[in-house]
């Protein structure tokens, strides 16, 4: 099994409607992470998470909220989607050795029509 | 404003020749570097770093430099292998284990044997 598994994998949804994204984690690191990715933008930080009572607003977190239910689950809810939020999401795990890297999972690929 | 720059989208190098990426970066208070490489289809995975102390660390086939004065870095690959074909993310954390990753735009290695 991955270390960092998001569910799901691909989904395609309509404009307004609400999602959300799933991460859990078995790697026991504190700290994660919700990213996307879009062409030519590189990935950039949507919200992230210390532990579990701790959440943090990232670079765009407009249009986004997050929901930490425990150590080892953070999960991302678009409340109604728009289509500029079409893109890859990663959710990313680590201690607070962050020096040591990130472990991103596989990736979820919303589309929003 | 973007702190991390990859400003090559893309780069193509013969099999068992040298791969050369660079990254720029305008935050001076920056303290460590990391760079990712991407497949399609997968999560980036952390590959190798350089703390701001240094100028050169090396695994294997992979050497990063970093040149403070110039706020600039890079990752060599020799021999450059097929396998190497990915986009590349350079990372840069600031604030120690308070910060946050801030990641480049990317680069697409392409590696021809």
């Known amino acids: 099994d991955a270390d960092v598994t998001q569910t799901p994998r691909n989904r395609i949804t309509k404009t307004g409607k609400r999602i959300m994204l799933e991460c859990s984690q078995t790697?026991?690191?504190?700290?994660m992470y919700w990213y996307r990715q879009d062409p030519g933008l590189g990935l950039r930080l949507i919200y992230y998470?210390?532990?579990?009572?701790?959440?943090n607003k990232g670079e765009i977190s407009d249009g986004y909220s997050v929901s930490r239910q425990a150590q080892a689950k953070f999960s991302l809810s678009l409340e109604s989607a728009i289509p500029n939020q079409t893109a890859l999401y990663f959710c990313?795990?680590?201690?607070?050795?962050?020096?040591?890297?990130?472990?991103f999972g596989s990736g979820t690929r919303l589309t929003v029509v | 404003d973007q702190q991390v720059k990859q400003n090559s989208p893309s780069l193509s190098v013969q099999e068992g020749r040298i791969s050369i990426l660079n990254c720029d970066y305008t935050?001076?208070?920056?303290?460590?570097f990391l760079w990712y490489k991407k497949y399609p289809a997968e999560g980036p995975t952390f590959l190798i770093s350089?703390?701001?102390?240094?100028d050169k660390n090396e695994d294997g086939r992979f050497t990063v430099f970093l040149n403070k004065s110039a706020k600039h870095l890079s990752l060599h690959i020799v021999p450059s292998q097929p396998g190497d074909s990915a986009v590349y993310f350079c990372?840069?954390?600031?604030?120690?284990?308070?910060?946050?990753?801030?990641f480049g735009k990317g680069t697409k290695l392409s590696v021809k044997p």
């Open positions: 990313a795990t680590s201690d607070e050795r962050v020096t040591y890297g990130y472990t």
């Open positions: 790697k026991g690191h504190d700290r």
């Open positions: 998470s210390f532990d579990v009572k701790d959440i």
């Open positions: 935050n001076s208070m920056f303290d460590y």
């Open positions: 350089i703390s701001s102390i240094k």
């Open positions: 990372a840069a954390i600031y604030g120690g284990s308070q910060g946050n990753l801030i």
